[in-house]
Nanobody, 125 residues
Framework: QGRLVESGGGSVQAGGSLRLSCVAS????????MGWFRQAPGQKREGLST????????MHDTSVQGRFAISRDNAENTLYLEINNLKPEDTAVYYC??????????????????WGQGTQVTVSS
């Protein structure tokens, strides 16, 4: 079983930016599609962004399109999420996840095989 460790969360003011990282180990990162999800208190986990194994295709939920950007560095076994123009409603725990298929992307959590522990993002107005 692989391991994913997120970092980069924190407390920021509305309008600010963050770059979340997810370092992978214990599996062949370059053969897995990856995704970012978030869960706010009392809310369901929602899919934000996903990227194919070779990094050549991405997809974002319409709610974050234009503000969020997903990328990956397969040489460094790291997944990133750039978040711009942060809003208070972005406050949540952010998770990265890995799925064991090369030519796939998905914002549906059951498609993923394992998850990181999450990193907290808090946005104040």
């Amino acid at each position: 079983q692989g391991r994913l460790v997120e970092s980069g969360g924190g407390s920021v003011q509305a309008g600010g930016s963050l770059r979340l990282s997810c370092v992978a180990s214990g599996f062949t990162f370059s053969t897995y599609f990856m995704g970012w999800f978030r869960q706010a208190p009392g809310q369901k986990r929602e899919g934000l962004s996903t990227i194919i194994a070779n990094g050549g295709r991405t997809m974002h939920d319409t709610s974050v399109q234009g503000r969020f950007a997903i990328s990956r560095d397969n040489a460094e076994n790291t997944l990133y999420l750039e978040i711009n123009n942060l809003k208070p409603e972005d406050t949540a725990v952010y998770y990265c996840a890995a799925g064991a298929r090369r030519n796939h992307i998905s914002l549906w959590s059951p498609d993923y095989d394992f998850w990181g522990q999450g990193t907290q993002v808090t946005v104040s107005s």
